[in-house]
């Protein structure tokens, strides 16, 4: 059974491999958006209660993706890998989104949680060099996986954003810059924990990129001490742009209502 599983869900190498920005690429993002924008126009107009059950539904499925995968990972790559664990933006927002959909502590930073899962998975949909650096087939578990679970994230935040689940409000952004502050302290912990040399074998994680950039720009021995500083400004940078195209989208919304 092992050898049949693993034949579905390991890496597949072929000569048509997933680049980032090559034709596979493109074709996932363009099926990804398009998903998203039509049930978005398609639930629009619906009541409230179906909208707040697609947002359920949207979380729900992604973090059955992120605890499926642990499971799939030994038939797919024969271990599980750490590097999955919720260190990562994109990992540790889908926790959170979920346990704030379930808890009522979480409840409290749903917008937080939501944003930021929008901005780690929105770009790793954009710039998924994770995959494309293993140059497998496109259709490989790996890619459509790694494709499927930041599609659904981001779906989610768009929900949450466009049918009024959550609000945005100019005067509470420092929530999001405290939250962004939170999530480097988080994997600076994480990278800190697991990574070093057990039994001759290198854990180099690199959780939220606090250790080194992902363009591999900095000196290693200089980037530890200079990229949780850039993340935090980076990342808030990125969730005031939200904030803008969120109030611009609102009043050109406005605007049209009011011609009509």
Known sequence: MYEFLNGIFSDKKTETVFRVFGIWHILYMLIIFSIIIFLVFLLKNKNQSIKEKA????????????IADFFIMPFAYGEIDLEKLPFHICTSTCVLCFLSR?????????????????????????????????????????AFQTLLFHGTMTCYAVFCLSFGDIKLDWKKCYKDLIMICIMVIWAIIGNYLYN???NDYNHNFNWFFVIQDPFYLLPKNIAPFIMPFVNVIIF?????????????????NLNLLNKS
């Open 102 to 142: 379930h808890t009522k502590f979480f409840s409290k930073y749903t917008k937080e949680f939501a944003l930021l899962g929008l901005l780690g998975n929105l770009t790793y949909v954009i710039y998924p060099a994770g995959v494309g650096q293993y140059l497998i087939h496109p259709l490989s578990y790996r």
């Open 55 to 66: 947002i359920k539904i949207a979380i729900n499925f992604a973090f059955g993706l992120y």
């Open 236 to 252: 808030f940078i990125a969730d005031m742009l939200v904030y803008l195209v969120y109030f611009l989208i609102k009043r050109i």
């Open 196 to 198: 070093g040399n057990v």
